[in-house]
């Protein structure tokens, strides 16, 4: 549930497209080519879509000595809510998710901002964090929303819902975030939304119609807008304005798109933003008092430090659940894995050459026989 996910993991965050094909479609598949900065710019995607989804996330420590997080992944335990006789709602973060709540009912929350771990406080009946067992009564300044007991949208329904077949639209979907308020809702309960280019590759981020209502200044940042149709006579270059003008830039915007932008005020419309638009946002004084602007997808954290202890910290944790056989047997595949993988792509690259289709099944096919070579050998 995303704008580009469906469904999103806590430890490996694949991005997949499936659709069918006809016959035509299957006769070219093998026409396909990847070029080595193909490969590479995906690789880097599947990097940001993680630490977008993961944030500032510990898969082995409680994040409640942090206090409030500016953004973190969170899970709401299902099994102890119901259990709870006043439900009240919580949120916890990734690490309680595994050590705490194993086997329970969890639903995934994505991220949430400024939030610290409920696990075991008083919003849960006679049970205790285990990895932080002493926790205040409350998380005062935590907000909770609907999300947390496994509602959705302005429809206010599970996802997937189960009063609905499996074939219904609402239930094979993508949800789609709003930014401001973090609820996740069905395309077709956002308003207006045809209005809007709503590929992936069209917008950054979405705001929900009563968001907007709380926000509306956005309406007058017009380019920024990823709208279908714009009067360009109508629109200017208010960006080179800015570079000769001073004092306020959405006052300028205000007198500029005065009309089209009181209209979309009045219009209690959903709005899809165009990338980068936070950029464009003024930052004058009178601005930052309106405007809290916030991390963008967990990139500010200490990335180099935090990535490689993450990413040990989850090997490590899936090794733990195997026994010394399969644990050999994982380790020897993952070297293999990545020294043959670079391997293969430099000979590309030093060559200048695409990587096809046949390529890659030809180089996991390669893999897949050395694995069972080592198989015969250890037994």
Same mark, same amino acid.
């Given at each position: ?11 490996f ?5 499936m659709s069918?094909?006809?016959?035509s ?15 590479i710019?995906?690789?880097k995607?599947q ?6 989804? =993961? ?16 953004r ?6 299902l ?14 973060c ?17 991220t ?7 696990c075991g406080?008083?919003?849960f ?15 005062s300044?935590?907000k ?10 302005s ?43 709503i590929?992936e ?17 956005l309406?007058?940042y ?31 915007l205000k007198k500029?798109?005065?009309c ?6 009045e ?10 638009? /936070?950029?464009?946002l ?5 601005c930052?008092?309106?405007?809290k ?6 990139k500010?954290?200490?990335?180099m ?15 733990s659940?195997m026994? /010394?056989?399969s ?7 993952l070297n ?8 293969? =792509?430099?000979?590309?690259a030093?060559?200048g050459q695409v990587?096809?289709r046949e390529?890659?099944?030809?180089f ?11 198989r015969?050998?250890?037994f």
């Amino acid at each position: 549930m995303s704008k580009n996910w469906q469904k999103f993991s806590s430890i490996f965050i694949h991005k997949h497209k499936m659709s069918k094909l006809d016959e035509s479609q299957e006769a070219n598949v093998d026409q396909e080519v990847y070029s080595l900065q193909e490969i590479i710019e995906s690789e880097k995607e599947q990097t940001e879509i993680a630490s977008a989804v =993961l944030a500032a996330s510990d898969a082995q420590n409680c994040s409640y000595t942090q206090g409030y997080v500016y953004r973190q992944a969170l899970y709401c335990c299902l099994t102890c809510l119901n259990s709870n006789k006043e439900n009240k709602l919580h949120g916890i973060c990734l690490a309680c998710s595994y050590e705490c709540h194993q086997n329970h009912e969890l639903v995934e929350l994505y991220t949430k901002r400024n939030f610290r771990c409920d696990c075991g406080n008083s919003n849960f009946s006679d049970f205790k964090c285990k990895l932080e067992p002493e926790k205040e009564n409350e998380n005062s300044m935590n907000k909770y929303n609907h999300n947390f007991s496994g509602l959705y949208c302005s429809c206010n329904r599970p996802y997937p819902d189960p009063d609905l077949s499996a074939n219904d639209t609402l239930n094979n979907e993508e949800m789609i975030q709003c930014t401001i308020c973090e609820d996740w809702f069905h395309l077709k309960h956002l308003n207006n939304f045809s209005n809007f280019r709503i590929s992936e590759n069209d917008y950054e981020d979405m705001v929900c119609q009563q968001c907007m209502t709380l926000t509306p200044f956005l309406w007058y940042y017009q380019e920024q807008l990823a709208l279908k149709d714009k009067n360009e006579t109508a629109l200017v270059d208010v960006e080179s304005e800015t570079d000769h003008c001073t004092g306020c830039k959405l006052e300028r915007l205000k007198k500029t798109y005065f009309c089209v932008g009181n209209k979309w005020c009045e219009s209690q419309s959903s709005c899809f933003l165009s990338d980068s638009w /936070r950029d464009s946002l003024c930052k004058c004084e009178s601005c930052l008092k309106i405007i809290k602007f916030y991390e963008e997808k967990g990139k500010k954290m200490d990335e180099m430090k935090k990535q490689e202890v993450d990413e040990q910290k989850l090997l490590n944790n899936e090794l733990s659940k195997m026994n /010394r056989v399969s644990q050999l047997e994982f380790l020897h595949n993952l070297n293999d894995f990545k020294t043959d993988l670079k391997d293969f =792509l430099a000979n590309f690259a030093r060559n200048g050459q695409v990587v096809k289709r046949e390529n890659i099944e030809e180089f996991f096919e390669g893999l897949n026989n050395q694995r069972k070579k080592r198989r015969v050998q250890l037994f």
